[in-house]
């Protein structure tokens, strides 16, 4: 799929919602990907993530509340090797990520507010697939994003 966010935004202005006010980073080897959304709201607790990742996620982005901390990594690069292996477009963390010289080499989009080398905590917490929110948007289950070098949109529909 080729897109430019840009784009999208001049050809569909009535259904897209622009994430704003962040500084997004791009971390993985891919700088534009998109996909329906999953979700996951947890706090410098990565177990929902790994385990959702680990299922089959052709054509699905995984957007990740981690509440903006930048204290531990919600994702490295064995979580993101094994989303890569099922299939996953990218991943866009309201939060930090780490390994980022061996995310860079991945086949997968990874956009986050920064990176740490403290790992997650784990002690099985968090929620997947309920709305959530952050950068003036509310990221639904099913809708879909779009990610590039130009910044975050979603829509209740495919774009492009």
Known sequence: MTFVT?????????????????NWRHFG???????????VKCFEDNSRIKEHLATPGTGKVLVVDGGGSLRNAL??????????ENGWEGVIIYGACRDVDALATLDIG????????????????G???????FGGVTFEP???????NNGIITSPQALA
Do not use: W
């Open 29 to 39: 080897g891919r700088n534009a990907f998109a996909g329906e959304i999953q979700t």
């Open 142 to 148: 099913g809708q879909f994003v779009y990610a590039d």
């Open 110 to 125: 990874v956009m986050t507010l920064g990176c740490v080398p403290i790992k997650s905590v784990r002690r099985g917490e």
């Open 75 to 84: 994702i490295g690069d064995m979580i993101a090797e094994n989303a890569v």
């Open 127 to 133: 929620q997947l697939n309920i709305p959530v929110c």
């Open 6 to 22: 840009c784009d999208l935004c001049d050809d569909h202005a009535e259904k897209v919602s622009v994430v704003t006010g962040l």
